[in-house]
């Protein structure tokens, strides 16, 4: 069974920090994707990026920043300089098989 | 236009009754869900469809009813609202049924039982 662990459930910072939101993954396949969504105050699940088991590029995007680790199973968020509007709960998330499992998300209060 | 709508957005109704939410996705997808976001945050799946066709069924109960007319539409019916199903749910859309496609989500229905 596949299984998503966010292990910090909430973080606080001030802004201008730089955050890192941790995501650990267990799968038992060889081809699977990681996700990262954010849910703002306002409801909505925002897709931030998708990447698949068999690329561990890290990638950037502005402010975010992603680190793809096969060996210890982990695909880690970072926001660089973060602000208010960064506030939100983070979800991590595995597809392998036809859906996707979430983790339990981690929420971020950027104070200002 | 919104990608994938659901309506309605709130929905406070009494123990017992009987309500819908609708959903619908203009991305030409062809495979939609529901998902189901308790109070303490926690996504999960309730169904998924694939071409009007149920492709996942989770341990829900049969008072959850998804109708699914077209490929671009899938409608969540309960009957008999109980407490317990106060959330928030999720209508979401992949382009097809190959898995690992990226889910689009509508922006959810408050649902409050009281």
């Known amino acids: 069974a596949q299984k998503v662990t966010q292990a910090q459930t909430e973080i606080s910072v001030v802004e201008k920090e730089d955050v890192t939101l941790d995501c650990v993954y267990e799968?038992?396949?060889?081809?699977?994707?990681l996700f990262w969504y954010k849910q703002p105050p306002s409801g909505e699940l925002v897709f931030l990026i998708r990447r698949n088991s068999f690329d561990e590029q890290n990638e950037i995007s502005g402010r975010y920043s992603w680190n793809f680790q096969k060996s210890t199973s982990s695909f880690n968020f970072t926001i660089t300089a973060s602000q208010v509007v960064d506030s939100a709960v983070y979800f991590c998330a595995l597809s392998e098989a036809h859906d996707m499992r979430f983790g339990a998300g981690t929420r971020l209060t950027v104070k200002p | 236009d919104t990608a994938v709508s659901q309506t309605p957005k709130y929905l406070v109704t009494q123990m017992g009754n009987d309500k819908s939410i609708k959903c619908e996705q203009n991305l030409g997808h062809d495979t939609m869900y529901w998902y189901k976001q308790d109070s303490k945050k926690f996504l999960k799946i309730m169904f998924s469809?694939?071409?009007?066709?149920?492709?996942i069924n989770e341990t829900v109960p049969n008072r959850f009813s998804p109708k699914s007319p077209d490929k671009a539409h899938l409608n969540l019916h309960i009957n008999s609202l109980e407490l317990g199903d106060s959330a928030v749910y999720f209508c979401?859309?992949?382009?097809?049924?190959?898995?690992?496609?990226?889910?689009?989500f509508g922006e959810g229905s408050w649902l409050t039982v009281v």
């Open positions: 469809y694939n071409n009007k066709e149920l492709i």
């Open positions: 799968t038992r396949d060889t081809t699977y994707y």
């Open positions: 979401a859309s992949s382009q097809d049924w190959a898995a690992l496609n990226t889910i689009y």
